[in-house]
């Protein structure tokens, strides 16, 4: 006979077996305590823990001040941690949504940002395998795909921290008998109640029901998760394979694109524009921008407005468009850092011919705007800045914002990455490079291949 039913229900046994590897170092741990359940219950675990892992433990309670009990919360977790000899940092948080924003999306992300400001190598939080259950459900009800459905890893980055959740393999009954068994003292969250927040439905409603008829549900979404985490990197390893083959000096090419299919352009566009930090675009307007790139005729420039900019087709590549403000001079100097406050850019330097004498930069120089009417000495005589830049193919939204290189005499030296002074030029100089906004290109002139080395001005410069 199975005597599983009279032996105690404690978890530590499991939880210590199933310690990471990658954890097994002299951490220091800290860990996310609401002074809920399922908190306190993995408080009292690691407490218990640190007997045969040796490492130091911490907590964070963080304080939303959204709930007329928060103030009572934060004492209770002050408590808990004083009893145990435990270093507590409150972190109070003001979580103010706006138009459009979900106020429980904004008060995660101010929590997750209190979190990871902490001293410790491993933020723990506590969440079990019905909060893992109800989250691919939610996403399922969303729409969310592959990355959505993959729901909480059990181990995953944070900033330069490690974020782990020991508990994805215990359900909530098992967490609430250990802390039965353990006597444990929590706080109850009235909110988890109201059934206005389509989690608390899923809970106390729906899933109820579920397990009357699939008692395994949770698992099987479990296992969902892990298949979608694999199905996510697959893709984000395509994506990335993908966008470097489509990228030159940061444009994005759309016949090379245009060798893709549908669903891998989207990946691209998507991976591009999410590393540029410009938003995320909707399905609808993603892919309407999709077919517009590749069949528009030549001379139109389709472009896609997002939260932080947009992307703009011209000449056959896509190029960011981040609406910065016109930059003002600057006036630099040999040692200087790379990107150039106000400019949204970064200069760079090459050693190639007809590049610019190292002595006539030592004196410093200035990135100037263009103001219009500006020419620069080219082999046949002087020729406009705007003619240069047209001929390069900076798109125009581009044009106002490239600087222009000048001596402290006042000379026009050059227009980094399209064209130098050829009067100023010598056999072998510096050739100056613009990088104009992260992901966009920095350009190369069409008269003459850059050398092997770059030198730089000693300046180099988005859950649950």
Not at 18 to 45: K, N, T, Y
Not at 169 to 174: F, L
Not at 303 to 317: C, D
Not at 333 to 362: F, H, I, K
Request: with cysteine.
């Amino acid at each position: 006979m199975d005597d599983s039913r009279n032996r105690p229900p404690d978890l530590l046994d499991d939880f210590i077996a199933h310690w990471p590897a990658a954890l097994s170092g002299q951490c220091a741990f800290e860990l996310g305590l609401s002074g809920g359940i399922d908190s306190m219950v993995l408080l009292d675990l690691l407490w218990r823990a640190r007997e045969r892992r040796h490492f130091s433990l911490s907590a964070c309670h963080v304080h939303h001040g959204l709930n007329p009990c928060a103030d009572a919360w934060a004492a209770h977790c002050r408590r808990q941690c004083d009893a145990l000899g435990l270093p507590l940092r409150i972190e109070r948080v003001e979580v103010d949504a706006g138009p459009g924003q979900s106020l429980e999306a904004v008060a995660r992300d101010k929590r997750y940002a209190a979190l990871g400001a902490t001293q410790a190598d491993v933020i723990v939080l506590a969440h079990h395998l019905d909060d893992q259950a109800e989250t691919v459900l939610l996403q399922l009800l969303r729409g969310g795909g592959p990355r959505a459905l993959a729901a909480m890893p059990a181990m995953r980055a944070l900033g330069d921290k490690i974020l782990w959740r020991p508990l994805l393999s215990a359900t909530r009954a098992q967490v609430e008998r250990y802390a039965a068994w353990r006597g444990l003292e929590w706080v109850d969250d009235d909110s988890n109640d109201d059934l206005r927040w389509r989690r608390n439905l899923l809970r106390h409603a729906l899933l109820p029901r579920l397990e009357r008829g699939v008692p395994d549900y949770r698992q099987h979404f479990q296992r969902t998760a892990a298949l979608m985490a694999d199905a996510a990197q697959v893709l984000d390893e395509v994506a990335a394979s993908d966008l470097a083959a489509c990228l030159c000096d940061g444009r994005l090419d759309c016949a090379m694109l245009a060798q893709r299919g549908p669903a891998r352009q989207r990946q691209v566009l998507l991976r591009w524009v999410g590393g540029l930090g410009l938003g995320e675009p909707g399905p609808l307007s993603l892919e309407a921008f999709r077919e517009q790139v590749l069949t528009a005729v030549a001379d139109r420039n389709p472009s896609l407005k997002l939260a932080h900019g947009r992307l703009i087709r011209y000449r056959g590549y896509l190029w960011v468009d981040r609406g910065s403000p016109l930059p003002q001079e600057q006036v630099l100097a040999w040692g200087d850092d790379g990107r150039v406050t106000g400019w949204n850019g970064c200069l760079q330097w090459e050693e190639r011919e007809y590049g610019l004498p190292p002595a006539l930069l030592a004196a410093g120089f200035a990135l100037r705007p263009r103001r219009g009417g500006e020419r620069l000495r080219q082999g046949f005589g002087g020729k406009p800045v705007k003619t240069l830049l047209q001929e390069a193919g900076i798109p125009p939204h581009l044009r106002a914002r490239w600087p222009l290189l000048y001596l402290p005499d006042g000379r026009l030296a050059a227009v980094p990455g399209i064209a130098v002074d050829r009067e100023l030029a010598c056999g072998q100089g510096l050739w100056p490079r613009w990088v104009p906004e992260a992901g966009v290109p920095a350009f190369q002139s069409a008269e003459t291949d850059t050398a092997s080395v770059t030198i730089q001005l000693a300046m180099s410069p988005l859950d649950e």
